[in-house]
Each structure stands twice: as structure tokens, then as C-alpha cells.
């Protein structure tokens, strides 16, 4: 069994005057997809904290609608690269990227399980122009080719930083010269975190950013990593599915539209990153105009997104079957048969519970019900063998890994593990 008062512990630790952390130390300030992940645990047991963790994100919106990956509400000597290294002007000091953006899944979930109505009513409603603004950034800014498959500008952008999906585009990424020290080294075993090489050329896609003024066509233009991650598209693409929900329900009947079309724009080019022989989506190097071909649970992150048809899903529920095969954790999120994978290290081959959540809600959404059961029995495993809330886990042994006491793995076994 699972300590549930433990998990609400957690939450209740790393809260911070209105933001959860995702671990003291080695996080220490407001990550944008993990603050979603983690509204949903709070909504089970403290659902006005719930609300607050999405109203205190958004305000760090951008003007443009861009909700930043990170917000720095205060100062911290424990993580590295700071505001002053993202160089970004804005109300509250922040990154100059965005997440995978689950926002509107979120706030969606949590208006339909809300235990007082007429507050989730009253939240939602408020919440709303934040979300039209936020998806308007990314159709906008990130569709570079008008074809409803928006693009990442970063590795970090993608949620799964160091995947090896992302070696050969970050391969052409330039490595900064100058000294730095990172301070995740301080918290967690290196053999558990990117390597140095990765960190100088993220460093450089950060300075690249601020030296064409965060202009979405000049670092286009400018960039060697472009990157279409189907991961995002999926996640974006469920997400305005749910955005166009709560659209309806409050009335703004104008805007549902236009974000129909978007839809629609999508649907009919996510086809071309279907790989038969690989029996998932992959992912795309815009530059080299060519698929990117390492299988990664990112890859099937369409399941969630609703954006296969019923023989891509069955292809990819197979493909799922045999990759549970290999561990009794949930499902790596590098396959196994990759040279690449690393159980261990970071996106490299770890579990991650809130992956495995999404892609067994997409299954059930295609009728696989009971391998989505597999897959959150599997995942129980994890918080079980480890015995606590780990960042991720090792996908053969399931040891716990990366930061202790993470506030989204406690989440996750609130909101779907508990229930």
C-alpha cells in the first residue's frame, strides 16, 4: 500500500505562499507543468490550495501569453541557471520558455471533480483568459510552418530535457565558453543527471534567446535546434480539446472557432510523423527535415492527446504490452532496445509517474482498459519498492531517483494512484 498521508505531507512542505515547489533544493521555485500536475493532488484534499496554484502561475504571464516554464517568486543560491542568466524582462522573473502545456487539461479535470461548485465555477471562469491567451502563444509563436505541429526551441521546452530524441538537433548546438557551476550536483548523483556537454549547449540556447530579444521569428531564424515534439503537440492538442469545453460552458462562444480549426490543422499532419515500422509518433528535426527516430513514452503521448486513429492505437497499445514486459515499474521512458537507454539517468530510461498516468488515460480513452490497469498497478510498484515520492525511478530496479519528495510524483498517487 501507498502512504497517502505521506504524499499530502509532501505538498504541505514544499508549499510556498501560494506556489509549490517540486522539491526543496534542488527545485526551489514554481515549474510550470509540474504546478499543474501537483493543483490536481492538492484538489483532493485542499481544494482552494488547488485554485491558488493555478492563479499564482498565471500571474506570471507573459504579455504575449507565454506562461514561462519557471517562475522565480524569490532568490535561491540552490539552482542554476537563474534570472539572471535567462535575461527575461517581465513582471516576474522567469525563464524565456514555456512546457508542455497541460494547463487547460487541468483546470478542466478540476472544475469537473470539484467538490463546491460554485467556487469551481467562479475559478475556472477567471482562469479562462489566461488559458485563450497561453494557447493563442503557442498557435502563434510556435506553429513556424502553419501546419498545427508546433515546435520547441529548447530541450527543456519538451518537459523531458535530456531525452535522447533530442541528441542528434542539440548535437549542432554550440557550447558556451565561459565557467558556470551547476548546483543539481550539490542535490543528486551525476550519474542521475544530464552531462556537462548537454549543460553547455542548453546555456547556449538560452543566450541565444536573449540576444535576439526573445523574438519568437528572430530565434526561429537563428536557432540550430528546432524541433517538433510530439509529446507537446499531443498535450496541446488534448489541452484545447478541454479548452474549447470550458469555452462552452462560460459562454465565450466566439473563440471556439478558431481553436476547431486549430484542431483540425493538426489532425491532418500529425499523420506524417506516424511510423509504422516503430509503431508510434515520432518526433521531427525541423532543420534536417527528418523524423527523429528514437522510441520514447513521448512518443505515444498522441494516446493522450486523441490524435491516433483506432489502427494507431492498437499498434501503439501492442507496442505498449511488450514494453511493459521489460519492467514491473510502468513504462521507461527510453524503450529498452535503445542504445541510448539509461535506466537511471534523468529522461534517459527512469519512470516518471506522470507520463505513465497520461498514457494510460489515452489508452483507456481507445477502449484498453485493462493495460491501462497494468500500467497503474505497475506504477503503485514504484512509490512501493522505493518506499517514498521520488523525482523518477529506475525502470529495472525501482529505486528511487532524481529529487526525494517531489511534490508531482505525490500528486500523481493523490489524484489517480489513491483513488
Same mark, same amino acid.
Given at each position: 500500500?501507498?502512504?497517502?498521508?505521506?504524499?499530502?505531507?509532501?505538498?504541505?512542505?514544499?508549499?510556498?505562499?501560494? !506556489?509549490?515547489?517540486?522539491?526543496?533544493?534542488? #527545485?526551489?521555485?514554481?515549474?510550470?507543468?509540474?504546478?499543474?500536475?501537483?493543483?490536481? @493532488?492538492?484538489?483532493?484534499?485542499?481544494?482552494?490550495?488547488? $485554485?491558488?496554484?493555478?492563479?499564482?502561475?498565471?500571474?506570471?504571464? $507573459? *504579455?504575449?501569453?507565454?506562461?514561462?516554464?519557471?517562475?522565480?517568486?524569490?532568490?535561491?543560491?540552490?539552482?542554476?541557471?537563474?534570472?539572471?542568466?535567462?535575461?527575461?524582462?517581465?513582471?516576474?522573473?522567469?525563464?524565456?520558455?514555456?512546457?508542455?502545456?497541460?494547463?487547460?487539461?487541468?483546470?478542466?479535470?478540476?472544475?469537473?471533480?470539484?467538490?463546491?461548485?460554485?467556487?469551481?465555477?467562479?475559478?475556472?471562469?477567471?482562469?479562462?483568459?489566461?488559458?485563450?491567451?497561453?494557447? +493563442?502563444?503557442?498557435?502563434?509563436?510556435?506553429?513556424?510552418?502553419?501546419?498545427? &505541429?508546433?515546435?520547441?526551441?529548447?530541450?527543456?521546452?519538451?518537459?523531458?530535457?535530456?531525452?535522447?530524441?533530442?541528441?542528434?538537433?542539440?548535437?549542432?548546438?554550440?557550447?558556451?565558453?565561459?565557467?558556470?557551476?551547476?548546483?543539481?550536483?550539490?542535490?543528486?548523483?551525476?550519474?542521475?543527471?544530464? @552531462?556537462?556537454?548537454?549543460?553547455?549547449? %542548453?546555456? !547556449?540556447?538560452?543566450?541565444?534567446?536573449?540576444?535576439? *530579444?526573445?523574438?519568437? =521569428?528572430?530565434?526561429?531564424?537563428?536557432?540550430?535546434?528546432?524541433?517538433?515534439?510530439?509529446?507537446?503537440?499531443?498535450?496541446?492538442?488534448?489541452?484545447?480539446?478541454?479548452?474549447? +469545453?470550458?469555452?462552452?460552458?462560460?459562454?465565450? *462562444?466566439?473563440?471556439?472557432?478558431?481553436?476547431?480549426?486549430?484542431?483540425?490543422?493538426?489532425?491532418?499532419?500529425?499523420?506524417?510523423?506516424?511510423?509504422?515500422?516503430?509503431?508510434?509518433?515520432?518526433?521531427?528535426?525541423?532543420?534536417?527535415?527528418?523524423?527523429?527516430?528514437?522510441?520514447?513514452?513521448?512518443?505515444?503521448?498522441?494516446?493522450?492527446?486523441?490524435? /491516433?486513429?483506432? =489502427?494507431?492505437?492498437?499498434?501503439?497499445?501492442?507496442?505498449?504490452? =511488450?514494453?511493459?514486459?521489460?519492467?514491473?515499474?510502468?513504462?521507461?521512458?527510453?524503450?529498452?532496445?535503445?542504445?541510448?537507454?539509461?535506466?537511471?539517468? %534523468? $529522461?534517459?530510461?527512469?519512470?516518471? &509517474?506522470?507520463?505513465?498516468?497520461?498514457?494510460? +488515460?489515452? &489508452?483507456?480513452? #481507445?477502449? %484498453?482498459?485493462?493495460?491501462?490497469?497494468?500500467?497503474?498497478?505497475?506504477?503503485?510498484?514504484?512509490?512501493?519498492?522505493?518506499? @517514498?515520492? #521520488?523525482?523518477?525511478?529506475?525502470?529495472?530496479?525501482?529505486?528511487?531517483?532524481? @529529487?526525494?519528495?517531489?511534490?508531482?510524483? /505525490?500528486?500523481?498517487? &493523490?489524484?489517480?494512484?489513491?483513488?
Amino acid at each position: 500500500m501507498i502512504d497517502l498521508d505521506s504524499a499530502r505531507a509532501i505538498l504541505r512542505q514544499n508549499d510556498q505562499d501560494g !506556489h509549490t515547489v517540486p522539491t526543496r533544493g534542488l #527545485y526551489p521555485f514554481q515549474w510550470n507543468w509540474d504546478s499543474a500536475i501537483t493543483a490536481l @493532488g492538492w484538489l483532493t484534499f485542499d481544494e482552494a490550495r488547488a $485554485w491558488e496554484e493555478a492563479h499564482t502561475m498565471f500571474r506570471g504571464q $507573459w *504579455d504575449n501569453g507565454m506562461l514561462p516554464h519557471i517562475l522565480f517568486h524569490g532568490h535561491s543560491e540552490s539552482y542554476f541557471p537563474g534570472p539572471e542568466v535567462w535575461g527575461a524582462k517581465a513582471a516576474i522573473p522567469s525563464s524565456s520558455i514555456s512546457q508542455p502545456p497541460v494547463w487547460a487539461t487541468a483546470i478542466n479535470l478540476m472544475l469537473q471533480r470539484s467538490g463546491d461548485a460554485a467556487r469551481a465555477r467562479a475559478e475556472a471562469r477567471a482562469l479562462l483568459p489566461g488559458l485563450l491567451g497561453y494557447h +493563442e502563444w503557442w498557435y502563434r509563436d510556435r506553429d513556424r510552418d502553419n501546419n498545427g &505541429l508546433v515546435q520547441s526551441f529548447h530541450p527543456w521546452e519538451s518537459g523531458m530535457d535530456n531525452s535522447p530524441a533530442w541528441d542528434g538537433p542539440l548535437a549542432r548546438v554550440p557550447e558556451v565558453k565561459w565557467k558556470y557551476r551547476r548546483r543539481d550536483l550539490g542535490h543528486v548523483d551525476k550519474e542521475e543527471r544530464p @552531462g556537462r556537454l548537454e549543460y553547455n549547449r %542548453y546555456l !547556449h540556447l538560452i543566450e541565444l534567446q536573449k540576444k535576439n *530579444d526573445f523574438d519568437p =521569428e528572430l530565434i526561429s531564424a537563428a536557432s540550430p535546434y528546432r524541433v517538433v515534439d510530439i509529446g507537446t503537440v499531443s498535450i496541446l492538442h488534448r489541452a484545447t480539446r478541454d479548452l474549447i +469545453e470550458l469555452c462552452r460552458i462560460f459562454g465565450q *462562444d466566439a473563440a471556439i472557432p478558431g481553436l476547431e480549426s486549430e484542431l483540425a490543422r493538426t489532425r491532418a499532419a500529425v499523420s506524417a510523423c506516424w511510423s509504422g515500422r516503430d509503431r508510434c509518433f515520432l518526433n521531427r528535426d525541423i532543420i534536417a527535415d527528418a523524423p527523429l527516430a528514437e522510441v520514447t513514452t513521448g512518443t505515444l503521448l498522441p494516446l493522450f492527446g486523441l490524435l /491516433a486513429d483506432d =489502427e494507431q492505437a492498437g499498434a501503439m497499445a501492442a507496442l505498449v504490452e =511488450e514494453w511493459l514486459g521489460a519492467s514491473n515499474f510502468g513504462l521507461s521512458s527510453t524503450h529498452p532496445a535503445s542504445a541510448r537507454y539509461e535506466p537511471q539517468r %534523468y $529522461w534517459r530510461g527512469p519512470v516518471w &509517474l506522470h507520463i505513465n498516468w497520461m498514457i494510460a +488515460e489515452g &489508452l483507456r480513452a #481507445y477502449g %484498453y482498459d485493462d493495460l491501462a490497469e497494468r500500467i497503474r498497478s505497475n506504477t503503485r510498484k514504484c512509490i512501493e519498492t522505493a518506499g @517514498g515520492y #521520488y523525482e523518477y525511478f529506475n525502470s529495472e530496479t525501482g529505486e528511487g531517483c532524481g @529529487g526525494g519528495n517531489f511534490s508531482w510524483t /505525490a500528486a500523481v498517487a &493523490l489524484y489517480w494512484l489513491g483513488r
